[in-house]
């Protein structure tokens, strides 16, 4: 199949744009290198990708449309993950989170219906769940009261698809990740921060008491995940789910924090500071429907997926 993955640079993109290609799918990736973290790191990200003959890359703005004019029109599946990611920087910079994820979103709902491609899978997130009370977060749980502008474009753009689906039979699959980690993980997260911190005796600055708690997914899960939906929408008609894709386990920050420094075998030094504008409590997956739907079961333990994530820093990740 021919499949474009949008937002092919980045982390889980990159992986996604991998896996496709080992699976012998012919993929078009495309990316405008948002300047979120370095573009070198990106192309770094792409690198294996690149050496590949089914893959090709156009680096275009999903915002700006006239550039669409160079994407082929013959693709079997989108899986869209291009979108300006993180919750605190939304709230400095709220009108380029709309204009990217929820214009990019539309221009690219839009390409597809002028091109008669119906079927995507689109990376949305944990954070539509904002503070909710009741865990774990289960799809059918009221969504809301988003406390961030990504989160709330990301439940936009889920509403956005719905429509899509509703009006012109598109089959589409929304994704909520949960805390996605592993090899090429933005800077911006809390893993990446800490292993780099703690591995150089540098103080941890941590937002909170230490029982925040997150559902961190390794990369591979999530990408597994990914390529379950591709099959379930490119085999089948009258297609809307919206879908948990997490570990099911939560873990306290003060937990992750010790995790990381066994790994390390450094001894930490934290500071501790008030909990940030914009951040939950806990997320904690609900999976049943992905295990039922795409037979989805995360196989990474955190203990594990630190261990690569630290390994791949050390070897290839050095100096990204
Ligand atoms: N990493 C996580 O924990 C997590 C959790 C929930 C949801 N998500 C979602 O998954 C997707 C991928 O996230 P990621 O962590 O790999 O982030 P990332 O920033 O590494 O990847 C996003 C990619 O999109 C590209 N992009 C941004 N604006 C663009 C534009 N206007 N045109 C074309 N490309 C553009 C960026 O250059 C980047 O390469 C995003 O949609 C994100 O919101 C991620």
Sequence with gaps: MKVLITGCAGFIGSHVSEYFLSQGHEVVGID???????????????AIALSSKKFTFIELDIVNTEAFAELPSCIDVVIHLAAKAGVRPSIMDPQAYTDTNIKGTLNILEWM???KISKMVFGSSSSVYGNNKKVPFAEDDIVDFPISPYAFTKKA???LNHTYHHLYGFDIINLRFFTVYGPRQRPDLAIRKFVELISTDKPVRLFGDGTTARDYTFIDDIRNGIYSSFNYVSSRKNVFEIINLGNSSPVKLNELI?????ALNKKPVI?????QPGDVDITFANIK???KILNYSPATSLQEGIVKFINWLNNEGAGQ
């Design 113 to 115: 219906k002028q091109n």
């Design 258 to 262: 010790n995790c990381i420094s066994e």
């Design 289 to 291: 429907k992905a295990e």
């Design 32 to 46: 405008n290198f948002d300047p979120f973290y370095s573009k070198d790191k990106k192309k770094q990200n792409l």
């Design 157 to 159: 753009c889920e509403l």
């Design 271 to 275: 500071k501790y500071e008030p909990m």
